[in-house]
Nanobody, 123 residues
Framework: VQLQASGGGLVQAGGSLRLSCEAS????????MGWFRQAPGKKREWKEL?????????????ACAESVKDRFTISRADGKNTVYLQMNNLKPADTAVYFC????????????WGQGTQITVSS
């Protein structure tokens, strides 16, 4: 599974951004797509990334981390293998490199995780 993420950038606190992630390849193997982030100073290793949220391809169930669930929303484009992360009321603590990922079961070992996209929230 290949993942192509887009979006991100610099925004002031309280602002909004939307990330997109398009999956291609062996989509039939995907159970869920999700977003993770690498906080400043953390290593770019899968186990060091912070879970942000995910969406299951069957059922469309979503879940977000407690720290973002009231501000971030995950959705999927109708009929497409593109997942969005809508981020509202951004805070400086949300500053991180965001990664899109896909899994065929849990998140211990993802099928794939894409190149990161930087989000910087200024105060």
């Amino acid at each position: 599974v290949q993942l192509q993420a887009s979006g991100g950038g610099l925004v002031q606190a309280g602002g909004s951004l939307r990330l997109s992630c398009e999956a291609s390849g062996r989509i039939s193997s995907v159970y869920a797509m999700g977003w993770f982030r690498q906080a400043p100073g953390k290593k770019r290793e899968w186990k060091e990334l912070e879970f942000v949220g995910h969406l299951t391809f069957i059922g469309g169930n979503t879940a977000c981390a407690e720290s973002v669930k009231d501000r971030f929303t995950i959705s999927r484009a109708d009929g497409k293998n593109t997942v969005y992360l809508q981020m509202n009321n951004l805070k400086p603590a949300d500053t991180a490199v965001y990664f899109c990922a896909a899994t065929n079961r849990g998140w211990d070992v993802p099928l794939s995780w894409g190149q990161g996209t930087q989000i910087t929230v200024s105060s």
